[in-house]
């Protein structure tokens, strides 16, 4: 079956710091790779994807994800957090084959970052 | 408006009635997507529209679910004789066709079944 893992409900960090939130997917081939990130009382919006080339992904806000094709992963990343980037954040995938275009959520990670 | 827009955005009803929800698509995009999301769940698919292709129902959690998608821009989310576990936020999302484009999604439909 078809499925996205993100393994940890909450990340806590300081302001500053660096942040990570995994994502593990189980999609036979090579599927296109997604974050989004949902803000308190506003809808879902895209920060960056994977489709092909470098591994290292640039999105909005300063965001970068990194896809390890071996380990099945694309993490989400930050160099410098800031409170502001306190969300909830969803990893998605999409097969490269098949007819349907749907996209596999998973169950997302709540970021909060303190002053 | 230049993005999707959903309607109600709150919706309060007593399990058995019948609810519509409505999303209005960003203009020229063929791809629509419902998707439904539970207090302290991720995001579940429901069902997919691309163009005139049958569309992907193979979220839908039952038969008293249904969609559909007139002239291929506004969609319509109908579920029969609600329940309480019905109680989520419905969210619909547009993008171009292809396989790469990101979705953009509305702010939701909040569901509320007594």
């Known amino acids: 079956a078809q499925s996205v893992a993100q393994p940890e409900d909450q990340v806590n960090v300081a302001e500053g710091n660096p942040l990570t939130v995994k994502c593990t997917y189980s999609?036979?081939?090579?599927?296109?790779l997604f974050w989004y990130v949902q803000y308190p009382n506003r809808g879902l919006q895209f920060l960056l994807k994977?489709?092909?080339?470098?591994?290292l992904v640039k999105g909005s806000y300063g965001f970068e994800a990194e896809f390890n094709k071996s380990q099945t992963s694309f993490h989400l990343k930050k160099p410098s957090a800031l409170v502001s980037d306190s969300a909830l954040y969803f990893c998605?995938?999409?097969?490269?084959?098949?007819?349907?275009?749907?996209?596999?959520f998973g169950s997302g990670t709540r970021l909060l970052v303190r002053p | 408006g230049a993005g999707v827009s959903q309607s109600p955005s709150n919706k309060v009803t007593e399990k058995g009635k019948d609810v519509e929800l409505r999303c209005d698509p960003i203009?020229?995009?063929?791809?629509l997507y419902w998707y439904r999301q539970s207090l302290g769940q991720g995001l579940e698919f429901l069902i997919y529209?691309?163009?005139?292709?049958?569309?992907?129902k193979s979220g839908l959690p039952s038969d008293r679910f249904s969609a559909e998608r007139t002239g291929g821009s506004v969609s319509t989310l109908t579920i029969q004789r609600t329940q309480q576990e019905d109680s989520a936020v419905y969210l619909c999302?547009?993008?171009?066709?292809?396989?790469?484009?990101?979705?953009?999604f509305g702010e939701g439909s909040r569901l509320t079944v007594l």
């Open positions: 999302a547009s993008s171009l066709a292809g396989e790469t484009g990101e979705l953009f």
């Open positions: 203009s020229g995009h063929t791809a």
């Open positions: 994977y489709i092909t080339g470098d591994n």
């Open positions: 998605a995938v999409r097969p490269r084959r098949g007819s349907s275009y749907k996209l596999i």
């Open positions: 529209f691309q163009g005139n292709s049958a569309p992907d």
């Open positions: 999609v036979s081939g090579n599927p296109y």
